[in-house]
């Protein structure tokens, strides 16, 4: 069964740094996804990747199949931001469900 | 337009009563979950449904019971509530993909409080 770790678990930053935040997981996957959770509540899918590196704005999603590991860089860092971020995989390959990371909570002050 | 959309967003009631939450997707996904958040924000699969057949149903007590009319719609009913189903119960659809989920697309979550 996959299990997934990130980590900081949390991490407090200062406008405009760079932040990374990393997931390891212990199963090989088709897919890893980062979804973003605000402060409100909402969740939101931010990459699906399954190899290489993604790029939507400031965020930057990595992925390295071999090591089974991933990381979530934001470039330029701003209080919008902060949020809670997790990574998420299949526990098998080709199970339509996610298993979960225990999230990482980002906070970045003005 | 919301593209997955759940009602109601917040629920309070006493233990013993029976609630329903309702989940729509005008995505065209075949897909639909409920996912549990607990109080430590941890979420956890609890069914999916892929075209109104169910096809995970993790070790969920048959006290909360899912039913999928078609497949945009997905409500889960919950009998005999319990303190411990006080959690945020999200909503979710994507496309299914040979080799797992395709991205996820959230409701806004449903809280529900057990007094």
């Known amino acids: 069964k996959n299990e997934v770790e990130q980590s900081p678990q949390n991490l407090t930053a200062q406008e405009g740094e760079f932040i990374t935040i990393n997931c390891s997981y212990s199963v090989g996957i088709s897919a890893l996804h980062w979804l973003q959770q605000h402060p409100g509540g909402g969740i939101v899918s931010l990459f699906m990747?399954?190899?290489g590196k993604k790029k939507h704005g400031r965020l930057i999603a990595t992925i390295n199949i071999q090591e089974k590991h991933s990381s979530l860089h934001i470039t330029a860092s701003h209080p919008r931001d902060s949020a809670v971020y997790i990574c998420a995989v299949p526990p098998i390959q080709g199970a339509q469900k996610l298993v979960f990371g225990q999230g990482t909570r980002l906070t970045i002050n003005p | 337009d919301t593209a997955v959309s759940q009602t109601p967003k917040y629920l309070v009631t006493q233990m013993g009563n029976d609630k329903s939450i309702k989940c729509e997707q005008n995505l065209g996904h075949d897909t639909m979950y409920w996912y549990k958040q607990d109080s430590k924000k941890f979420l956890k699969i609890m069914f999916s449904y892929n075209n109104k057949e169910l096809i995970i149903n993790e070790t969920v007590p048959n006290r909360f019971s899912p039913k999928s009319p078609d497949k945009a719609h997905l409500n889960l009913h919950i009998n005999s509530l319990e303190l411990g189903d006080s959690a945020v119960y999200f909503c979710?659809?994507?496309?299914?993909?040979?080799?797992?989920?395709?991205?996820?697309?959230f409701g806004e979550g449903s809280r529900l409080t057990v007094l």
């Open positions: 979710a659809s994507s496309q299914g993909l040979a080799g797992g989920p395709g991205e996820l697309f």
């Open positions: 990747l399954s190899s």
